[in-house]
């Protein structure tokens, strides 16, 4: 299983928001700018810069800055970590609901 609690933490409080969704959404096309995120959200360059500061903090996007101009790329990794942690709980979850699928089965069997 994958544990790394505080790392997590700031990954899945990145992706709890629609917006950063978003960016991360449009980013794993291609980099874009700090106000190319902000376009189509409707929000000003600060509300999306601060969307932007969330997720380097959560390590899922790299800002490279040259003079006024702020563009932002997708680092994968941490979703790779989180999709990890999710799975050994959907994993544990899906043997689960088999062991009772067997357990309900098996006293259905019995029955008649």
Do not use: N
């Not at 990954?11 to 709890?16: C, E, M, P, Q, Y």
């Not at 003079?67 to 709980?89: I, K, M, N, Q, S």
Request: aromatic fraction near 4%; hydrophobic fraction near 45%; include cysteine.
């Amino acid at each position: 299983m994958v544990e790394d609690p505080v790392g997590m933490d700031e990954v899945f409080h990145a992706l709890a928001h629609g917006a950063r969704r978003t960016m991360l959404r449009r980013l794993a096309e291609r980099e874009l700018t700090v106000g190319e995120l902000a376009e189509p959200l409707e929000m000003s360059l600060a509300a999306a810069s601060k969307h932007v500061q969330v997720l380097e903090r959560a390590g899922l996007v790299r800002r490279t800055i040259t003079g006024r101009r702020h563009v932002c790329a997708l680092e994968p990794a941490p979703l790779a970590t989180a999709a990890a942690w999710l799975d050994f709980y959907r994993r544990h979850w899906a043997d689960r609901l088999d062991a009772l699928e067997a357990l309900l089965t098996d006293d259905e069997g019995t029955d008649r």
